[in-house]
């Protein structure tokens, strides 16, 4: 589909595409120049103004420029603190490691270390991969089909996605990919309750057997919700049943909360929903308050490493750890965790109601204010499964129809046939009615366009 694009927007896009590398993704599937933006709206160069479903890919939980964030930056501002300290503490970082401890599990917070990593969520994997390794002697990495954890050399190699690898040689070896409980698209064929149960078996013979080939691992790492993967929850018995399999055999646990953390799925943390505690969570994204800022929080057990044996110039980001404490204050006294929940489950019965009338909406799920929708080729009949094939036209389309009516989402999932649905924790009833009117519009549009052709 192509868009209109103004002017103003055009010179800006222009230049980006002229100088910018070729790796760019955004501007491609979002074609607008920002100009200014407040709350869940952002307004383009034109003057049109958008409502924000992808919030900095769940950075933004208070979504643009929220006036707690705002004070909380210009009180470091002020105060003449160093705005850059290396690992050195101040009264800042130490009051936002208060208030992010006070959120974890009882269990956890008692034994708890922290590890401020670069400012990105993938140099927080890396670390996280680092420790477990020093800690347990062992070499391997259980990971998921479907997963992701970043972009840097290592996390690329624990993550699901293949096209990012296909040009890169010599990825981190000895990790191994276990099936994820998708329960759409059953990697055994079955769907629903099997989906988990076989997945759970499979890892457990598979630890057990001495044939395996695979020697006993340093970590399992997964995400809660899969978030590229196709905001794909996992199953809680299935949650519970990977804590059970690697705390009887000793192997570290590790949860990638980066996109899922703070509050956005209906819990401060997604694995809360399972009523686990994991060895070691990774958290970046909403935890800097919209600024860049990521940790690795982990029992004091694996606190094997070496001094300077993770490091990184900007772990010292005051402004983000100030803006981040009073996001979490702010999630809490508002209660925006239990308002997530609601306002997710509203969405989805809105979304699932368009289901039922459009063969094209193969599945709507998610947790909290994670929504995803997966689109498919109507015309084929559904496996055995109940799934269809994948539909990236479709779904591309839709996300064009989106824009073209003041809304921004995400593509992604399996052949990107997934809308991704991330607004801020603020979005109101109303706003989020708004929202799924326009998706409803959207979809019904790009269904219709679709059987036009």
Not at 132 to 147: D, E, M, P, Q, S
Not at 220 to 248: C, H, N
Not at 295 to 310: E, F, K, N, R, T
Request: aromatic share 6%; with cysteine.
């Amino acid at each position: 589909m192509t868009l209109n694009i103004s002017a103003a927007n055009e010179t800006l896009l222009q230049s980006q595409s002229f100088r910018e590398s070729n790796a760019r993704s955004y501007p491609r599937r979002i074609p607008i120049a920002i100009e200014k933006a407040n709350g869940i709206y952002v307004t383009d160069m034109d003057g049109k103004t958008y409502y924000d479903c992808l919030a900095g890919a769940g950075t933004l939980a208070l979504g643009h420029n929220h006036p707690i964030i705002v004070k909380a930056m210009q009180e470091v501002l002020n105060s003449q603190l160093p705005l850059h300290t290396l690992d050195l503490t101040t009264q800042v970082k130490e009051d936002f490691v208060d208030e992010l401890f006070s959120n974890l599990p009882q269990k956890l917070a008692a034994r708890a270390k922290i590890q401020f990593c670069g400012p990105t969520g993938g140099d927080a994997i890396e670390a996280a991969l680092k420790l477990v390794k020093t800690a347990t002697g062992r070499r391997g990495i259980l990971t998921f089909h479907g997963g992701y954890h970043g972009s840097t050399h290592a996390t690329m190699a624990i993550s699901g996605t293949l096209g990012p690898k296909e040009k890169v040689n010599n990825l981190m070896p000895d990790t191994y990919f276990m099936p994820y409980p998708y329960e759409y698209r059953c990697p055994f064929g079955f769907g629903g309750e099997q989906s988990h149960q076989i997945s759970s078996q499979y890892i457990e013979n598979m630890l057990d057997d001495p044939e395996s080939g695979i020697l006993p691992p340093a970590a399992m790492i997964l995400e809660v919700v899969q978030g590229e993967g196709g905001s794909i929850p996992a199953d809680i018995k299935w949650l519970k049943e990977m804590r059970r399999i690697t705390e009887e055999r000793g192997i570290p646990l590790i949860i990638d909360e980066i996109q899922t953390g703070i509050g956005r799925t209906g819990k401060f943390f997604a694995f809360e929903h399972a009523d686990i505690v994991p060895d070691v969570i990774v958290s970046s994204k909403a935890i800097g308050g919209s600024l860049p800022l990521s940790v690795v929080i982990y029992d004091q057990s694996l606190d094997q490493w070496q001094p300077g044996a993770h490091i990184g110039t900007f772990r010292g980001n005051q402004m983000a750890m100030a803006a981040g404490n009073a996001t979490m204050k702010y999630i809490k006294e508002q209660r925006l965790i239990e308002h997530a929940d609601a306002i997710g489950n509203r969405l989805m019965e809105a979304l699932t109601q368009v289901q039922a009338y459009t063969p094209e909406v193969g599945e709507v799920r998610g947790r909290g204010l994670m929504i995803g929708v997966e689109m498919v080729k109507s015309q084929y009949s559904p496996d055995k499964n109940g799934s269809r094939p994948a539909n990236p036209e479709l779904a591309s389309s839709i996300q064009a129809e989106c824009l073209k009516r003041g809304l921004i989402v995400e593509v992604g999932g399996r052949h990107g046939c997934v809308i991704r649905i991330l607004p801020p924790l603020i979005i109101s009833e109303e706003q989020a009615d708004e929202v799924a009117e326009i998706l409803r519009e959207s979809i019904l549009h790009a269904v219709e366009g679709e059987g036009a052709e």
